[in-house]
């Protein structure tokens, strides 16, 4: 019995959560994205691969928003979404980005707390007519930032100014910061990049105990292919902007093509 099996037969993944379909997407003359399908569902880890300037953070911008294509769809939940990154935030999507994109001035707390923001109900005017109401809602926001905290073993460097952390520890703060948006889907864009081995082990342990604990469906973009290996229920692999395999880790690093495209064969 294969694990992905296993892993169905004992609820950690289920239904479609969010489908690209037919997605292409131009810049002038360049496509950075041709004809692209391919779903995640709930509970997965998926991993977007593929060589340099395969069109992976394009496609992870058309699924938060940011880019729109000139073809195709992206359904949420059942539904298709004119996605916009504000939306997407609201509706469960939150990400990472490639080069941090933290308030570096700002403590390791208050950066988590700017993610929060983004669940807070009680706006403005009720915070001042329910005074009692939003009191308790910024408790509990608190309580659950915490939880976070205590997670991602970040305690210690709670009150620290984000600038001042080694890079690998910024990474986990952009996790924990994403986290506190309580997403459904987590986008990570290259969330091992400039990491060394040992921070490296310790993000993809972040990322496993995340998925398990929260529940969290995770999308991700990755380099380090011994880490998508292991880390990924399945991986769509692009290259020059078209899908070339789509698979469990097994089968994706069994395909001809993909060989050939790591190892530069000309098409
Ligand atoms: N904003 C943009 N304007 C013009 N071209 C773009 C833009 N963003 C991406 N591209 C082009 O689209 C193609 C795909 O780029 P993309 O950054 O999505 O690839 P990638 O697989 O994430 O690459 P990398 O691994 O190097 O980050 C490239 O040819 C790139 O130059």
């Known amino acids: 019995m294969s694990e992905m099996m296993a892993d169905?037969?004992?609820?950690?993944?289920?239904?479609?959560?969010?489908?690209v379909d037919n997605i292409t997407l131009r810049f002038g003359g360049?496509?950075?994205l041709t004809d692209i399908s391919f779903n995640i569902n709930k509970g997965e880890i998926r991993s977007i691969i593929g060589p340099n300037g395969a069109g992976k953070s394009?496609?992870?911008?058309?699924i938060n928003g940011f880019y729109k294509p000139q073809e195709g769809t992206i359904?949420?939940?059942?539904k298709n979404v004119n996605m916009k990154?504000?939306?997407a935030a609201k509706s469960g999507i939150a990400r990472t980005f490639q080069n941090i994109a933290l308030f570096k001035g700002m403590s390791t707390l208050d950066n988590i707390m700017t993610g929060r923001m983004l669940k807070m109900k009680a706006g403005f005017l009720s915070q001042a007519i329910y005074w009692g109401r939003a009191q308790k809602e910024e408790l509990e926001n608190r309580a659950f930032v915490e939880e976070i905290i205590d997670f991602l073993e970040i305690q210690s460097i709670r009150k620290t100014p984000v600038g001042r952390l080694p890079y690998g520890l910024q990474k986990r703060v952009e996790l924990a910061r994403a986290l506190?948006?309580?997403p459904e889907l987590l986008l990570l864009d290259e969330p091992m990049a400039g990491m060394n081995l040992e921070e490296k082990e310790d993000m993809s342990r972040y990322i496993i105990d995340v998925n398990e604990y929260f529940g969290t469906t995770i999308a991700l973009i990755e380099h380090d292919m011994g880490v998508v290996m292991d880390l990924s229920d399945r991986v769509v692999v692009l290259d020059y902007g078209c899908k070339l395999a789509d698979g469990s880790p097994d089968e994706v690093s069994s395909n001809q093509a993909v060989i050939d495209a790591y190892l530069g064969v000309a098409h």
Do not use: W
């Open 8 to 19: 169905n037969e004992n609820g950690r993944i289920g239904g479609e959560l969010l489908s």
């Open 30 to 32: 360049v496509k950075a």
């Open 58 to 62: 394009s496609m992870l911008n058309v």
């Open 75 to 78: 359904r949420f939940k059942g």
């Open 85 to 87: 990154p504000d939306l």
């Open 180 to 182: 506190a948006m309580e």
